[in-house]
């Protein structure tokens, strides 16, 4: 069954230091999305991309954040300068844009997460 | 914005049902989905609902009321490995072109008791 996958499972890295996240969504795939998840509270949505741009983004996704697909199969994302704060889960989801009588029927399904630790 | 609510825990033997409920207050709303998060791994797609009334898969059953705002996740025939986080999640369409992103309830813990 095909399935996301992201690496690297675990990232360290120093406040202020650029970090790149790296996803494979699901080969026919349309859209693709990072959540993120700190740790004991809820996951939270941070962008979402479709057709090479983005297509949605929450508060949190600020100008430190960026995403790109920079081929064919990979899909990152890019905080320029960690804060603290941004210790978290990680998580990238893809999903076929499924529709069935014009509504969208759409499900997401998720890799198993970058663990993200700014010290 | 969205309130999506759930118990955080709930606690049940093996071999019983636990049913999981969620309400929800939406501005816009297609969908709401169930998952299932062991502690450290990623959220696993159980159901969803779109149209009021239960969808039933195997052991797992996902019930809508889109006027009463209210779902539910119904657990039967517990087993050890079904302890895990149950996380809500709705799909938010608040703008014309937008194709939703989901929003997410707290989770709820479920502890099976041998």
């Known amino acids: 069954e095909p399935e996301v996958t992201q690496t690297p499972s675990h990232q360290v890295t120093q406040m202020g230091q650029e970090v790149i996240l790296r996803c494979v969504p699901i080969?026919?795939?349309?859209?693709f999305y990072w959540y993120r998840q700190i740790l004991g509270q809820k996951v939270e949505f941070l962008v979402s991309?479709?057709?090479?741009?983005?297509?949605?983004k929450s508060e949190i996704f600020d100008d430190q954040f960026s995403v790109e697909r920079p081929d064919g199969s990979n899909f990152t994302l890019k905080i320029r300068s960690t804060k603290l704060e941004d210790s978290a889960m990680y998580f990238c989801?893809?999903?076929?844009?499924?529709?069935?009588?014009?509504?969208?029927?759409?499900?997401?399904?998720f890799g198993p997460g970058t663990r993200l630790t700014v010290l | 914005g969205q309130n999506i609510d759930q118990p955080t825990e709930m606690t049940a033997t093996e071999g019983a049902i636990v049913q999981i409920n969620c309400t929800y207050q939406t501005s816009g709303f297609n969908g709401l989905f169930w998952y299932q998060q062991h502690a450290g791994e990623a959220p696993t797609f159980l159901s969803y609902n779109v149209l009021d009334g239960l969808e039933e898969k195997g052991r797992f059953s996902s019930f809508l009321s889109r006027s009463k705002g209210y779902s539910y996740l119904l657990l039967k025939e517990l087993q050890m490995k079904d302890s895990a986080s149950y996380l809500c999640?709705?799909?938010?369409?608040?703008?014309?072109?937008?194709?939703?992103?989901?929003?997410f309830g707290a989770g709820t813990q479920v502890v099976v008791t041998p």
């Open positions: 999640a709705v799909r938010d369409v608040n703008e014309a072109d937008s194709w939703g992103k989901l929003q």
């Open positions: 080969s026919n795939h349309l859209y």
């Open positions: 989801a893809s999903s076929e844009a499924r529709t069935s009588g014009g509504a969208n029927t759409d499900t997401q399904y």
């Open positions: 991309f479709y057709n090479n741009e983005i297509s949605e």
